[in-house]
């Protein structure tokens, strides 16, 4: 039985959460002010409200980084997903031998700092004539969500109860009906999570963004940057951009709230 | 990047049990793995291999006809140079101030979601979101939002907070350029204390309530049960937050290049931001690439144990 909070405590708790939301909130309120409203000292929360930054956003063309921000994070979360389910079938539920060592090979790979991959990664990129190229990310997201993916799986598929697969295949059935029949209904959730994890962290990315697009294949967080810089300061409307971009991932995170952790932990923690 | 632990091995197979474990059989498991381990290798691994060849390279692509091998003079250079020194310096200091103030107000955080109060789902949500707002939209809002010295939400507050007690005006403080670390660390600190909370969270959840039950009717006080009950179940999961949290904020590019610049000076130039820095500014590759390998290096002191904490858990798990 879970005990409950006394009023005291219950108070600071609520004091605490505001206080960690409080930069949130004041982005999105921002982003619904006029520019002379948002830049006032001291501040005016009750100004009113408009949608005239978010109308001005795709007017100003950032739509085109919207795609490739959709575009590079939706595909290489499939393709991980495509890489991904197959390799942690193999390492759970028919496991290749060394399986504990395979495993421990992809987490090794995610501990290496993606700085220190960016130099020789640029230099092949470029010599093959795919700067500025939406694949390019694709590409090294996938490879940069893998290992999750792989774990995240892993932990999922050692669910599916091992005595109903025996069964099922005493039984005679296919592969593809204990796939469908077995399988499928335990990783399902799974799945969902995972790729929702890959998907925000594929959204978010920045570093290798900044520094392998230049003007065609730019994503999200390189048009928010980029702004500041070609426009000068326009406080109500960069709130409205970061508001924008931060959507899908807040809307995704806070589907995936239980596997959260989950995913964060690769699958370590519950 | 490269491999921590032994690649699986392809020599010789364990001695054989069952006749349907042969060398047939042995490869149909292998083939699902097959393409996702590939893919890894190609992807992940040689671009290391080429990091530590052009290492051993003065190169500076503003002098084109000048590249040639230089054996390990660039690690010479790495070690001695004054500004990387100091990147290595501030790489710690911002990993450790960020990682250590996390858990502990993760821990806090933990503790109160852990207990059942007014809207605790409600709180358990807004509290993650600073974790999901996109780390470089949360870096320009706190540089330009709330650090903004003539109308950023901290000065701002202040501003109201002196005119309420009847004071001209409060204090104009330009946070960035005064504390340039802490503004840095602060920002960081709100986006990975949900994190904390959450795997501390989990840790707490997972606790066996009839030890805590028998603790209080053993007539333990609140303070006793959390230090001889709570603190050593939750060891592991703070071990992997702090790992898992170093081995992200070691890495930390969006928030200096958006906040600082890594400036005033190199006060808050980070490795990550300094690598960069050479790269694509000084355009010294041979240096790149030699700091490349010293921080994957260090990355690898955290890795092994950052394994060494997984695998625990890993262990428990697979045996249950």
Redesign the interface.
């Known amino acids: 039985?879970?005990?409950?909070?006394t009023p005291f405590?219950?108070f600071?708790?609520?004091l605490?959460?505001?206080a960690?939301?409080a930069?949130?909130a004041?982005?999105v309120l921002?982003s619904f002010h006029q520019e002379a409203d948002?830049?006032?000292?001291?501040?005016t929360p009750f100004a009113p409200l408009t949608f005239d930054q978010y109308k001005l956003l795709f007017s100003r063309d950032i739509t085109p980084f919207l795609l490739n921000s959709v575009m590079a994070s939706v595909i290489s979360t499939l393709l991980v997903l495509a890489?991904?389910v197959?390799?942690a079938?193999?390492?759970s539920i028919?496991?290749?031998?060394?399986w504990?060592?395979?495993?421990?090979?992809?987490?090794?790979?995610?501990?290496?700092?993606?700085?220190?991959?960016?130099?020789?990664?640029?230099?092949?990129v470029k010599d093959a004539g795919m700067l500025d190229n939406v694949w390019t990310l694709i590409?090294?997201y996938?490879?940069m969500n893998?290992?999750i993916a792989?774990w995240m799986m892993r932990?999922f598929l050692?669910e599916v109860p091992k005595e109903i697969l025996e069964a099922a295949e005493v039984d005679g059935a296919g592969l593809l009906t204990v796939l469908w029949r077995v399988v499928a209904p335990v990783a399902m959730p799974g799945l969902a999570a995972t790729s929702l994890i890959c998907f925000?962290f594929s959204?978010?990315e920045?570093?290798f963004a900044?520094?392998l697009t230049a003007t065609q294949a730019s994503t999200?967080?390189v048009f928010?940057?980029g702004f500041?810089t070609n426009e000068g300061?326009f406080?109500a409307r960069?709130?409205a951009?970061?508001?924008l971009?931060?959507l899908p991932?807040?809307i995704?995170?806070?589907a995936a709230?239980d596997k959260?952790?989950r995913g964060?932990?690769?699958g370590?923690?519950? | 990047m490269t491999t921590l632990t032994a690649p699986p091995k392809t020599a010789p197979p364990p001695a054989r049990t069952r006749k349907s474990s042969g060398t047939a059989a042995r490869w149909k498991r292998r083939i699902p793995l097959l393409p996702a381990l590939v893919f890894t290798i190609v992807v992940t691994q040689l671009p290391f291999v080429a990091t530590l060849v052009i290492s051993t390279f003065q190169w500076n692509i503003l002098k084109p006809g000048d590249r040639h091998f230089v054996g390990l003079s660039n690690f010479t250079f790495v070690f001695t140079d004054e500004r990387l020194r100091t990147a290595v310096l501030n790489t710690v200091v911002l990993t450790a101030s960020v990682v250590i103030i996390s858990v502990i107000l993760g821990l806090g955080l933990a503790m109160l979601l852990d207990r059942r109060f007014v809207g605790r789902g409600l709180a358990r949500t807004l509290l993650i979101a600073p974790f999901l707002v996109m780390p470089v939209a949360a870096a320009l809002l706190w540089k330009h939002a709330i650090y903004n010295p003539d109308y950023g939400l901290l000065n701002g507050t202040l501003n109201a907070v002196y005119r309420l007690f009847g004071a001209e005006n409060g204090p104009t403080v330009d946070w960035i350029s005064s504390f340039p670390m802490p503004a840095v660390v602060v920002s960081l600190v709100w986006q990975w204390t949900p994190f904390m909370m959450l795997i501390l969270l989990a840790g707490l959840q997972a606790q066996p309530g009839d030890v805590l039950e028998a603790a209080r009717m053993d007539g333990a006080t609140a303070l006793q049960t959390f230090r001889h009950i709570t603190l050593p179940h939750l060891r592991q999961y703070i071990e992997l937050g702090v790992l898992l949290g170093t081995i992200y904020v070691v890495q930390t590019f969006d928030a200096v290049y958006t906040i600082t610049q890594g400036g005033p000076g190199s006060q808050t130039t980070n490795l990550p931001y300094e690598i960069y820095l050479t790269m694509f500014r000084k355009y010294e590759y041979g240096e790149a690439a030699a700091a490349g390998v010293v921080v994957v290096l260090g990355a690898f002191v955290i890795a092994t144990f950052a394994l060494r904490t997984i695998a625990s858990l890993f262990r428990e798990e697979v045996a249950r």
């Open positions: 039985m879970t005990a409950r909070l405590w219950t600071v708790a609520w605490a959460t505001l960690f939301f930069p949130v004041w982005m921002t948002a830049a006032t000292n001291p501040p890489l991904a197959p390799a079938y193999a390492l028919k496991p290749v031998e060394k504990t060592d395979v495993m421990f090979f992809f987490l090794s790979t995610k501990f290496l700092p993606a700085i220190a991959a960016l130099l020789p990664v640029y230099l092949i590409v090294l996938t490879a893998l290992p792989v932990s050692a925000i959204w978010n920045f570093m900044v520094n999200a967080p928010l940057v500041i300061l406080l960069l709130c951009a970061a508001t971009v931060s991932v807040l995704a995170g806070f709230q959260l952790v964060l932990s690769l370590a923690v519950k």
